[in-house]
């Protein structure tokens, strides 16, 4: 059975997308589909955009939405450079494993993998 990941990108590129710096500022969220340590497929939504800190109120409550739509798309594991306390609890307590990111690009990423 393939391997959900989640990750935040900067980019829809497929596997040389490159790894966005924070969860919270990523534009868009790739969903890697892994079976025996190769991609099967990557799936990519919109991101939360702009920080909390820079947000308006609508904007808030489209990220609230956001980590709603992340936890009922069942990744297994998502990986992220860094990632807000809001975000790591909202995911942690759905049961998503949160690992951190070492490499710039998706392909770089799963390939460095063990899990």
Do not use: C, W
């Not at 955009?49 to 489209?62: C, I, L, T, V, Y």
């Not at 998706?106 to 899990?115: A, G, K, N, P, Y």
């Amino acid at each position: 059975m393939a391997m959900k990941i989640l990750i935040p990108v900067l980019e829809k590129n497929g596997e040389t997308s490159k790894i966005s710096p924070h969860f919270g500022r990523a534009p868009y969220l790739a969903l890697v589909s892994v079976l025996d340590h190769r991609i099967v497929s990557i799936d990519f939504i919109a991101g939360e955009g702009p920080h909390a800190d820079e947000r308006s109120e609508e904007e808030k409550k489209a990220a609230s939405s956001i980590h709603q739509k992340v936890i009922d798309m069942h990744p297994d594991v998502i990986i992220a450079s860094r990632i807000g306390p809001r975000a790591y609890n909202d995911f942690s307590n759905a049961g998503i494993r949160i690992m951190s990111a070492r490499g710039e690009t998706i392909s770089q990423l799963i390939s460095e993998l063990d899990i």
